[in-house]
């Protein structure tokens, strides 16, 4: 299974950006994805997730913020980023689950990460 991210960049502060992902090579249905980050020096962190309901989920600090949305059919993912701070710079990461009922067992998927920076 291959996640690829992409739409990471340079945007200004303030800007927005819009990072997709998009999984394939896999047959099963996809429970939670989402988006991780992690800046220089700092520990990976959720930023958004959202079920295969539609059910989401935002860490406090991009609340109001970014938008998660995904399209179970293609199996992507998106992460639409709005008023954008040097805060927000940091590699971001996609991010998958499933569950085989053949094996009985949760697997766990991740993007290559893309690079999003945010400067003055």
């Known amino acids: 299974v291959q996640l690829q991210a992409s739409g990471g960049g340079l945007v200004r502060t303030g800007g927005s950006l819009r990072v997709s992902c998009a999984a394939s090579?896999?047959?099963?249905?996809?429970?939670?994805m989402g988006w991780y980050r992690q800046a220089p020096g700092k520990r990976r962190e959720l930023v958004a997730s959202?079920?295969?309901?539609?059910?989401?989920n935002y860490a406090d600090s991009v609340k109001g913020r970014f938008t998660i949305s995904r399209d179970n059919a293609k199996k992507t993912v998106s992460l639409e980023m709005n008023s954008l701070s040097a805060e927000d710079t940091a590699v971001y990461y996609c991010?998958?689950?499933?569950?085989?009922?053949?094996?009985?067992?949760?697997?766990?998927?991740w993007g290559q990460g893309t690079q999003v920076t945010v400067s003055s």
């Open positions: 991010y998958a689950n499933a569950f085989s009922p053949a094996r009985s067992r949760w697997y766990d998927y």
């Open positions: 090579g896999s047959t099963l249905s996809f429970n939670i």
């Open positions: 959202i079920s295969s309901g539609g059910r989401r």
